[in-house]
Structures are given as structure tokens and as C-alpha cells.
């Protein structure tokens, strides 16, 4: 089973407008950490934001924001005020109690800001 | 620049060709991690070092794979015999004993066998 699903292969947001990219998750600890990485055509992985499972407030980066909602296993990220250089690869990961503290991705959503 | 560097950049391969690849993490970092990335695909990961040590090998992780990291500093992945399903970019990261634990990605090696 997937422990990451991105349902959204490809998202088209205009420009300055905010946009959602959907993140589910599949864990049976109760202790785990939410990540979401850009990736530019350049290829390197960028570290965005992080949410941890007991923290009870929404994580929030300058324009990124996570929508956590535990009980429905989901950690959205909202992106505010998109920017041409916003368009990119997204990943959301997560990293479970006792891996290592390696972390398991998505498959990614394909962001696309239009001028 | 004190970020992951990894080398080289580019690899074009015939198969049956050994190649390998370097990665010099943040250097305070003592946590090492190899992902592989195919098209279209999310970061998979191949192996984990703590300092020297490599704590962990994915399945992916055949045979043909070996990774080092000797005295704990640098690390090296080489690929022995190389097949055309060996193509992607690996991508190495780093992180150390933050709260979030967040790792650091060097911009990765892209390997094409022919």
C-alpha cells in the first residue's frame, strides 16, 4: 500500500492566486513527521515546510502553509500568492518513529504558474 | 558553497560499465541517505549511513550496488555492471539531530546506460 498519495499529477494555478496541493498519508504510529520538498527542473530537492503529528497548530513557511488534518490523514499544502518561480515538482514525504529518520515520498504534483 | 555537493553531475554509460558516484554531505552532518528518482517518480531510497556506519539497505539495493562511506565524511555509490533499468538520477542528502530532522539534497547525478 501507498504510505504517500498525491492524487494530482498536475496542478495549474495563475499567478498571485493561492493553490492547494493535496497530500494523503497511511501510518499506523502515532508519532511521525510531514514534509513537503519543490524540485525545480534543476533537480535539487528543497525543503518547504514541516508538520509534526502532535502539533496542534498548522505548520506555516512565509506563502507555504499545511492544512493537517489528522483524522483524515491529510497534510495539504497551501501555496499563497503563486509566483512564476513557484512552477515545479512538489513532494510530499513523511518519516515514521524508528526509520531512520529516512523519508518515504509521493509521486509529486507537476505545479504550473501562469503569467 | 556548504551545501550537498554530488559528482558527477551527468553520466553516460554503455551497459555493462561499472560507474560511480560521490556525494560530500553538510559537514556536520553524521546522517548519509542515497535515494534513486526515476521519471515521473517520487525519491526512493537505497541506503542510510550514521556516520560510517550503513544502518540500512532497501531492496532496491541489488547486489550490483555498494555504497561506502569511509571515516564517515564523504560518501561513494558505485554500480557494477550497469543495465539500462539503472538509469535515473541519484540523488543524496544529509540532515542532523534537529527536531524536524529535515534532509538537505544535493542536486543528484543523473545516470543514462545505453
Known amino acids: 500500500a501507498q504510505k504517500i498519495t498525491q492524487t494530482q499529477p498536475g496542478m495549474f494555478v495563475q499567478e498571485k492566486e493561492a493553490v492547494t496541493l493535496d497530500c494523503t498519508y497511511d501510518?499506523?504510529?502515532?508519532?511521525?513527521?510531514l514534509f513537503w520538498y519543490k524540485q525545480p527542473s534543476s533537480g535539487e530537492m528543497i525543503f518547504l515546510i514541516y508538520?509534526?503529528?502532535?502539533?496542534?497548530q498548522n505548520a506555516t513557511e512565509g506563502r507555504y502553509s499545511l492544512n493537517f488534518q489528522k483524522a483524515r490523514k491529510s497534510a495539504n499544502l497551501v501555496i499563497s500568492a503563486s509566483q512564476l518561480g513557484d512552477s515545479a515538482m512538489y513532494f510530499c514525504?513523511?518519516?515514521?518513529?524508528?526509520?531512520?529518520?529516512?523519508?518515504?515520498f509521493g509521486k509529486g504534483t507537476l505545479l504550473t504558474v501562469n503569467p | 558553497d556548504t551545501g550537498v555537493s554530488q559528482d558527477p553531475r551527468h553520466k553516460i554509460t554503455k551497459r555493462g560499465q561499472n560507474v560511480t558516484f560521490r556525494c560530500d554531505p553538510i559537514s556536520e552532518h553524521n546522517r548519509l541517505y542515497w535515494y534513486r528518482q526515476t521519471l515521473g517518480q517520487g525519491p526512493e531510497f537505497l541506503t542510510y549511513?550514521?556516520?560510517?556506519?550503513?544502518?540500512?539497505k532497501s531492496r532496491l539495493l541489488s547486489d550490483r550496488f555498494s555504497a561506502e562511506r569511509p571515516k564517515g565524511s564523504f560518501s561513494t555509490l558505485e554500480i557494477q555492471r550497469t543495465e539500462q533499468g539503472d538509469s535515473a538520477m541519484y540523488l543524496c542528502?544529509?540532515?542532523?539531530?534537529?527536531?524536524?530532522?529535515?534532509?538537505?539534497f544535493g542536486e543528484g547525478s543523473r545516470l543514462t546506460v545505453l
Open positions: 542528502a544529509s540532515s542532523f539531530g534537529t527536531n524536524t530532522g529535515e534532509l538537505f
Open positions: 501510518t499506523s504510529d502515532q508519532s511521525y513527521g
Open positions: 508538520q509534526g503529528s502532535y502539533d496542534e
Open positions: 549511513f550514521q556516520n560510517e556506519a550503513q544502518l540500512e
Open positions: 514525504a513523511m518519516r515514521e518513529i524508528g526509520s531512520n529518520y529516512k523519508l518515504t
